[in-house]
Structures are given as structure tokens and as C-alpha cells.
């Protein structure tokens, strides 16, 4: 494992120094076409006069409110790991139509609907975490998925999604039950960055009862035919599940000096009672 941190360190020293000096680019997943629906995730957004956080405020939007994005403003706001261009939007309200200025950091990065509720993606905020590899503190970007019914927020959970260099693109998407007791279907949350050495994060959610439950989160980085680490899950209705279960697979390969490789295995079965799942 020590070789194959060694090698993703040197990967982030490089990409790190090829972006010194354009670093203020907007996370890949909040860019949104223009004249394209979206909708609203952070509560309570301000929609502004102008693209500037200190422009009037002309109204405040809730979750799930749909937006009409009209066009997208050059500029840029940060907060935290989070780069959003600002968008002038036009939105519904009862009979009327509004428009204005929305930060994009605001919007949701996905969202599906599915057996009458509503499932929206997006980042929330920049947490300073204790790198667990080296001294210091990283900077930890936390995405959450709201459920909801109509308006109401039904459900909720949040989970990791490494730095802004993994923000490049996302996708979510909605799977089935995977032969999972009780489940009534999944929800698979991706993001992913595009460098050497930068990590993809892959978070499954099972959706049971009107709630939420996060599975253990998997990540995936490689560097072309040099060395690779991946993470998968093997679910019951998958080739070699088992009932009741889901199989936590990890897999690294790494090429030595002599172009020789070395791989390590590991694997955890997780039991599922139909309510919630233990380690085996």
C-alpha cells in the first residue's frame, strides 16, 4: 500500500503545480446548459440582481424548486473546494415568471424521481479533514442526497467526495433493488476528477420505507498501465452474490521498476437483515 500512496502523492504534487497558475476553474459539475431545466438544491437560495454575492437579493428559492437556466456569467465564485460560475436563471412562481442570478454551487449536480418522490444531488460544503496519509489537514468536499414528497423533505444523508480536482463530472442514477431484501431500489451518486492520481468516488444509497441508507463508499484512481486501485460491490443478483449480502471487493495492481506487476486482493462480506446491514 505504501508504493501505491507514494506513487498518488507525486501524481497530486504534479497536477497541483501544472494548475498553480489557472487555478480559480469551475468544478466540472456545475456546469449546466444553457436553456435546460434544473433545480434548486441548498435551501433558501438567493436569487440576485446581478452575478455578485453582494447584488440585491430579489427572492429566496426552496429544494426542488425548477429553474430555467437562461445563460451562463464568466464569473466565478469559491467557497471552500466548491467553483461555481454564476447562471441567470427565470423560475415559476404561481402564475408569474422572475428572473435573476444564481450561484451555480446552489444547484442540483443530478436528480431523479422515482415511485412518487423526488432525489436530488448536490455538494454542500468544504470541511478541513486530517489527512490520514501525510501531516496536516485536507480539504474534504461533502455531498448529500435529499429525498423528497412534493416539498417536504422526507429523508436525507451526506457522505465524502474527496477535493475539488474530483469535482470534474458527475452522474446519478437510479438501479434496481439488486435482489436486496425489503429494498425497493438504489441510488448510485458518482463523481469523478480526470487527472493522474485523481479519485473517483462511487456512493450507493438503498431507498427502503422512506428512508435513506448510505452503503460504505467505494473509490477508484489509476494511472494508465502504471498502477490501479479499485473498489466494487457484488450484490445478490450479481454474478457470485450470495442472498442477504452484498461483497465489498478491492483490487490494486502496481508495476515495479522491471515493469513487473504486483497485485493485492481483499474482500469483506456484508450481511443485510432486510432493515440494515453488519459485517460479516
Known sequence: MKPFISVLFLCLIQFF???????EYANGVFQFEENKTQKIFTDFTRIRQSPNVNAQILDSLQTNQPVLVLKKDETILKLGERRANWYKIS???GDKTFEGYVWGGNLCVGYRSKNGYDFLFGLTKTINKK??????????NI???????RNTLIDEVSFDTGSGESLSYATFTIESNHKLKNVEFTLKAMVSGEACGIASYDQYVLVKDKKMITLPQLMNV???DVYYHSETFVFPNDKGGIPNAFI????????????REKKNNAS?????NGDSYRQK
Do not use: C, V
Open 17 to 23: 503545480s501544472a494548475q498553480e497558475e489557472d487555478y
Open 131 to 140: 489527512n490520514p496519509d501525510f501531516d496536516g489537514t485536507i480539504q474534504q
Open 248 to 259: 465489498f471487493r478491492m483490487e490494486e495492481m502496481e508495476k515495479d521498476e522491471k515493469d
Open 268 to 272: 469483506k462480506t456484508y450481511l443485510w
Open 143 to 149: 455531498a448529500a442526497i435529499k429525498m423528497l414528497e
Open 91 to 93: 423560475y415559476q412562481k
Open 222 to 224: 489509476g494511472d494508465a
